[in-house]
């Protein structure tokens, strides 16, 4: 069971986001939100977080400002951060990989894309009741 | 930097294509494009988003009023028990990840553009001033009782 961390700024997004991590068979304990770096900081600092989803594009502190913080902080540098955000050029991965981001995905995302990145930092989902392996959106 | 409108107008079809397809399960055909565009239908809200970098200037995203209705239940997935979702803010996202894929593409070929933050505004409440000297580049789809238009629109400087 993960506790998880998203943050983006828009809501619709966080909901979708978490929706599809449900479909997609992760066990999730709790979820926590945040819609800025700062607000993540804050939810960082005062709850055991498996794991992170990051938009780039936010106000107040964006994506990239949040994943240095969190990378350079000793009690939070190995948890694993995934950046979910409409810019996916070049730079923009390299600069996130290079502050230590584990994963990428771009929107629009498919749920496939999700659970594939998310099983490749947190491994496989546990089986879920479902007989076809499909999504239902 | 100089970007050449066939490139404009195959970033906007390109990021339409993959957004409406994906999240709205929308066939943006070549039969849905509209030929000759003006801008003369009415739309219902309009989500703006600017950039900046090697080139300034702004995305708009035009959507007729359905589909802003029905776009948090019908297409994003989202369903009624999501409580405080608002309309605004989905199509802000909409929005910002509409522009993000146009700049995304038009970055490929080497082209620094950095994306501001989305702002949503009524269509009738929409007052577009834009510099002198601006080149303005539309695509607009048609499908059933249904409109979407995107513009970019590159400052002169």
Known sequence: MYNILITDDSSTM??????????SGFQVKNFYEASNGKE?????SKNWIDLVLIDINMPEMNG???LKNIKSN??????????????????????????????????PFTPEAIK???TDIIGEPETVDRDDGEFDF | MKISEERIFEAINNACKDVFEKYLFMDLSEESRVKGLTL?????WVGKISFEGDCRGIVLLYCSEDIVNNM??????VEDEDEGLEIEDGFNELTNIVAGNILT??????????????????????????????????????????RVAVQVILYSN
Do not use: W
Request: hydrophobic share 35%.
């Open chain 2, 72 to 77: 948090l239940n019908d297409f994003l997935g």
């Open chain 1, 14 to 23: 966080r909901a979708l986001i978490k929706k599809t991590i449900r479909l």
């Open chain 1, 64 to 66: 990239i400002e949040f």
């Open chain 2, 105 to 146: 593409d038009l970055s490929k070929g080497g082209l620094v553009l950095k994306q501001g933050l989305p702002e949503t505004t009524g269509f009738k409440d929409f007052n577009l001033v834009i510099d002198p000297g601006s080149s303005t580049y539309t695509t607009e789809f048609s499908f059933d009782e249904n």
């Open chain 2, 40 to 44: 003369e239908n009415e739309y219902y």
């Open chain 1, 40 to 44: 993540g900081l804050e939810i960082l």
């Open chain 1, 74 to 107: 000793e009690l939070h540098k190995n948890i694993p951060v995934v950046m979910i955000t409409t810019e996916g050029s070049d730079l923009k991965v390299e600069e996130a990989f290079s502050y230590g981001a584990g994963g990428y995905i771009k929107k």
């Open chain 1, 116 to 118: 594939k990145t998310l």
